[in-house]
């Protein structure tokens, strides 16, 4: 454990003081239920989070992890009579099962299929468990040795073990949020695209959130058991377990730690009091008051009450790191900007990227057309075209994103056609994102930083080549500064070092230029230009010409899906067939 | 526990917020007898708040009886307080409520608890904790299994039901038809009090009477439509017909789609188990002449000797009948009081002992079926028996144990 992981478990600590003294304070049995059930649904809600708050993938199903733990760990206590000592880390395993199984098919899904695809999960069980006959288990009364099987008179003993509980489970996902773990799924959650580019094996590592995080719900499931004493399908399978998971992680903070605790803690004591104060008066009410409330802040706090408070009293802060950035220079980027030496084309070196015959077609659209080409080491490639061309299809057919219909794609001579962008990446190319998809929350090292995990071993080392690859594009000065409040020439210059990051042997870039000023195009063209007379092999696609006159060695023009003609800057200027693809026929005369 | 406190009264609700208990000495207010406290822990929101509320007239009906009647005698007339709980609508929520009625009403010597069986489960296993003294009306075998020593079941078990009931059905039949029924078909939904009832009569009872169960579906409610569970009775032509709802909109839709291919009016006599088939809620949404001779097996109901009950019930609160909700909770009222007598003191200890020891044919013995107040070992009340109610121009009334039946029961002609 490192320094930086000892500091963050401060606050934690902090929580198990105050939460620890209060159950010690409590002497009233019903308090001391809902304290307990306070931190048994904050760890739901943290188990819910890790999958779904950091990858954004929407569980409604949490519900089946859950209710697989409580029946797991009541059917042994009553069949085997294992006590749930023993039951509950075993419901942790069989939680962690099913998350696997339930995530290797529903993974295909994404965004809202995946959602209403989960709710199916714990509805499935229900009525499964219902057939089974086990409408109603009930945790045997130890009368002998109570401790033994997780039986106190005292109601503080079970607050206390979830107390515990919930320690672990803030353990992991701190552990989580601080490895390349948390990183990954961050990424996946802003753009899985540009995750897999960037060399993350995205399936992997959901499938691994789902894994542990069906965990934790099982070992919750279990725990609950043991205080709720009966378990029923409703109860543990319901609806409203799936919901609970989801409310009090949504109200109190999505993708952090700290949100899940927040709404346990505000919600669960709230529902239960209107309950206990106006069931008995006018029944039903509590149902209402809960939803208006829950509503009220939802659209106060969309983020969750920890997000508002953190933007609240964190603005000031923000606002001087701002005014510290206006007062700063512009990027470092040597005078010369305007009037750049004339690149010399790369001296005769080996062929690192080679494209044969490539063809893809969507229907009776012919995209790309036996397309092919060769860049050498060190070489600035510029694909260009009018609209419609293909360039992008080609770009995807080079990255992974698609699989050619016929074709070779060699990288070294080794045919990579077809295989998925991560392992691209992991074989040296690179890329960046037309559309620039920052984490906005976090800073420009940890936005680089997930690039760098496809070649780092340690994080440690993760860090260094983030550091490196942000040196290399002059953003070192920034680094520290979130990404939400960059410009966008640095935010271009971030999604470069964020390729570099993975030291790519090759980079594809995908209209870097666009969107940016005249003054802001030079700087960005120097950078490019930089990193090839470091060896770097280059491929640019971009839409315009102008820019890039001034940037690659060589173009390759597209039309209509096919190569229209290759060359270099010179002579493709004063091509006629280019000038009519990008203009017209009757330009041609005039050019 | 903490130490026992009397006399908190109003004062004592108003504490029970704040965390600091045992600081301030409450004042006493009145020269009079101390209240006893005796609790009603039943669904009063959610979707079972309805049967929970008619649980609470026949709760405080009693109370107000016996209050009126001098209170307990036995601790100079001291007056009943009913301390009224809404048990919500879930497992969890009703173990929280049981929680906190423990918590806070800590002089409480006995309650009555908590309609669905699951819920009753879940309370008494934190009164078990606190040694108080629970009253069930909830029949499934589970709840006196688990040798627990302050639950008292004054229903027939679910398993004694089908077991007294089958026989007397099968007598019926042959009667008024005059030949023994040989098949059944049973539709019944999945909760926990319906299969507990179906179980032994499929492992054992149909069996032993000779009857071959021709058509067995179960299913989740609420149902959807009914036309594929009624089809497979109408191919199958069943002398009788078992149809276990406990959902209201379910018994509608089944029965409606049985006169819709003409097997309703007792073309195939059907019978129920539980209460929900004769609830007054089905009137709103169904015609009487629908419902005509439908019977269903119940624990307890409204039946010979509780006229004036009835009357009071409906004068009072609008209800037409007397379901087993508002007569068992009447009872449990009237048995509680008994023990106080016979403990001599408003201890929940005590009450628990002369529950265990109770031994009586009159009294409260008068609410129940079966003529005796007794539990046994498990808390089961010993010969305990059950009544069957038949829907007679609009109105479920009791046609069976003959003394307390309040008509005779008619077999629906083919």
Redesign the interface.
Known sequence: MTMPVLRSLAPVLAIAAVFGLVAT???????Q??LT?VLVWACLGLSWNLLSGYTGLVSFGHAAFFGLGAYGTVLAHVHLGLTPWIGIPLSGVLGAAAGLLVGLPTFRLRGHYFALAMLAYPLALL?VF??L?L??V????E?EAPAAYMQF?D?RVYAWLALGLLIVIIAVTRWVERTRFGMALLAIKQNEAAAEAAGIDTLAWKLRAITLSGAIAGAVGGFYAVI???V?P??VF?M?VSAQALTVAMFGGVGTVWGPIIGATILIPVS?TL??EL??ML?????VVYGIAIVAVILVAPEGIYWKLRDRFGRRAKADAAARTAAAPPVPVDGTVQRLPVRRPPPDTAVVLEVRGVSKSFGGLRAVRDVGFEVRRGEILGIIGPNGAGKTTLFNLLNGFLTPDAGRVLVHGADMAGRKPHVLCRAGIGRTFQVMRPFARMTVAENVVIGAYVRAATDGEARRLAADAIARVGLSDVADRVAGGLTTKQLRLMELARALAGKPEILLLDETLAGLGHADVGDVIEVVRRLADEAMTIVIIEHTMQAMVRLVDRFVVLDHGAVLTEGTPDSITRNERVIEAYLGKKWTAHA | MGPRKTGLGLSGLLLAGTIAMGLTAPPVLAQQPAEVKVGLLVPMSGIYARPGQVMRMGAEMAVDHINAQGGIKALGGAKLKLVAIDSGDSTEKAKNAAQRMVAEEKDMVAASAAYLSSFTLAVTEVTERVNLPVLTLSYSDLITERGFKYVFQTSATAASQAEQSLPEIVKLAEKASGKRPKSVAIITDNTAASVSSVKPMKERLLKELGIELVVDETFTPPLADATPLVQRVRSARPDLLFFLPTVISDAKLVLEKMNEFGLGQGRVPTISFGIAIAEPDLLKTMSPALLDGVMTVVANWGSKGHEALMAELKSRYNEPWMTQNAISTYGDMWIIKEALEKAGKADREAVAQTLRAMDMTGGPTAYFPGGRMQFDGKGRRVGAGLTIVQWQKGTPVTVYPSELALSEPFWPKK
């Open positions: 304070l409590l002497d009233n049995s019903y308090h239920l809902m059930l009525y219902e057939w006959g409408q109603e009930s945790v045997p009364m009368r008179r109601g709720l004493l009966v029923t409703a109860a319901g409203l239960e309950h206990a069931g008995g029944p039903g009410i509590q149902g």
